[in-house]
């Protein structure tokens, strides 16, 4: 009988960590078997990783175990949605057991923190690469889309942007900055993003759209802005930097990055008037900044950039794996 | 904006062909949303097809888009389960739009056929491969695990075995029949076998245990002994073999295909004595063969291969990725 492949996905994946009373068959049959608890909806989100496309073929198996995860948890995060189970096709070129122990380890500890299960998944060989689907739960009606927004809401994201590019830029080589905890807290922030799940779940109410930022603010809020039929206003100087951005990179830069690098991982929601006061009170208290950077408008408008309340152009692109 | 990348997903992918009115949101937002019906179980599956590991690279794309889906099928079909939604994650070493036709047209022409809908997936670039993950639905309590059987429990499986491996050995070029006809058709079980979902189904109160045939049926075989803690002795001469088979193999090549061969994604199940006769009229109307290999024994028997009712060995050995 064949065992290799399945002792070693028994070995590193098959951990009975979670006490998820809804699983009632994880990893070891054909299928995974869940019990769905009532009026709940049920959220799924794919994301592939491939190496040397989405991650750098040198990253550490740990902050790619972690990763992998937080990239998903995101997806959820941006509807509302409560994390549940995962389940992860893993494509390894060879069984290097140091390295799956360090990933798996990493990707265990972060859905321990969710009270997450992996339920099933798949190994096979092949190129570095992984696909991960996430399940979630949200409450029926209350899952936030990118539908929904109106003219006149407000436009906000959470946490500071353009952090997470000028990490990879650092990585690539592609700058230097001579302050080492600085180098090390952007390169944390491309390499550990905090997934807004808390956010998220308390925006339910409040927001009118919600996306996740990966490609960019204005690759994501574009989304929102044609699935909601709306064009907006985005002030480039309310767009939130962290200290170390400012203080390490000049303004056109930081500010480029904070519109298209991309892999960012906040959220960007549109909240109605009526709401602004309930949204201060909901996410005041996580200790996360969430910052207005704008307006919606009618769609004739389209999405117009403004610094000092003027209009200026700028040129820039989302990310595209084909383009 | 970026827009290659989501114009060739919407283009191929994007399609409504299904009215699942349990589909809340289907592709488009950062998770899909689906309402799911009381009383039910969720089935999930997951698997990762790469070129050249679990397909051949010259594989025609109407092929691989069948097969893809029907392998993932094959594993519902084993729980008794209802397909219901698949997300498929697919990486493409280019955009070649013929290829996308053909196996897009060929994936949703089975989806079609058993009422399922695309929900989500990712589209990225690198070597050809795929994870496709299947959910359905299964009423509580009735799924049919791979733990379940005891001692005396009758084996069965459907359809005749072995016939994907030969007609696999015969793409590549391993053999040779002068039988076109005999040709075609073993080549068809290897590219398009038939998921048995309806069986599958019909068996969720008659079946002890049950598992899909895609590693052969030893080694899948083995799992259920494995799972239920069984021996079992299995009647060679039993084994179910095609006309095509019997008239251009001798025995001992037939019967090594049909015990090791895999990918014949037929079912094998379990059934104990009291349930034989309502499996008879259960199964019995799909113009599907099944047939009783063998029986359920003790543990400590291990399992016995017989031939005339004598024991005796062979040197098997099951598909393993990293064996």
Redesign the interface.
């Known amino acids: 009988?064949?065992?290799?492949?399945?002792e070693?996905i028994t070995r590193y994946f098959d951990r009975i960590t979670s006490s998820r009373r809804d699983v009632?068959?994880g990893i070891?049959?054909?299928?995974?078997?869940?019990?769905?608890p009532?009026k709940?909806?049920?959220?799924?989100?794919?994301?592939?990783?491939?190496a040397?496309?989405?991650f750098l073929r040198d990253i550490h198996p740990a902050d790619l175990g972690y990763k992998a995860l937080a990239v998903n948890l995101s997806?959820?995060a941006?509807?509302g949605?409560d994390p549940a189970?995962l389940?992860?096709?893993l494509?390894l070129p060879e069984?290097n057991e140091a390295w799956l122990k360090e990933f798996s380890d990493s990707l265990f500890e972060l859905l321990d923190y969710y009270n997450m299960q992996l339920?099933?998944?798949?190994?096979?060989?092949?190129?570095l690469?992984m696909?991960l689907?996430i399940?979630?739960l949200?409450p029926?009606g209350r899952?936030l889309?990118?539908?929904g927004a109106k003219p006149g809401d407000w436009i906000y994201v959470t946490g500071t942007l353009g952090d997470s590019a000028a990490g990879l830029a650092l990585l690539q080589h592609h700058i230097k900055i001579n302050d080492p905890a600085a180098h090390e807290a952007l390169i944390k922030r491309h390499l550990r993003p905090m997934p807004r799940i808390l956010q998220g779940q308390a925006l339910r109410d409040l927001a009118s759209a919600?996306?996740?930022i990966s490609?960019g603010l204005?690759?994501d809020l574009?989304h929102i802005l044609k699935?909601s039929g709306c064009g907006a206003r985005l002030h480039l100087d309310a767009l939130p930097l962290s200290g170390v951005m400012k203080s390490h990179f000049d303004p056109e830069q930081a500010i480029s990055w904070a519109l298209s690098g991309g892999e960012d991982y906040e959220l960007c929601f549109t909240v109605p008037e009526i709401n602004r006061g309930a949204l201060d009170v909901a996410l005041g208290h996580y200790g996360v900044p969430f910052t207005c950077v704008g307006q919606l408008a009618p769609q004739s408008e389209g999405l117009v950039l403004l610094e000092n309340n003027r209009p200026v152009e700028r040129k820039l692109?989302?990310?595209?794996?084909?383009?």
Chains 1, 2 share one sequence.
Do not use: Y
């Open positions: 009988m064949a065992c290799g492949e399945f070693l009632e068959k070891g049959d054909d299928c995974a078997l869940l019990n769905l009532e709940q909806t049920l959220a799924i989100s794919t994301d592939t990783l491939v040397g496309v989405h997806d959820l941006a509807m949605a189970w389940t992860l096709a494509t069984v339920i099933g998944g798949d190994t096979t060989r092949g190129p690469s696909t689907s399940h979630g949200v029926q899952a889309k990118r539908s919600a996306i996740d490609d204005i690759s574009g699935a692109k989302g990310f595209d794996h084909f383009g």
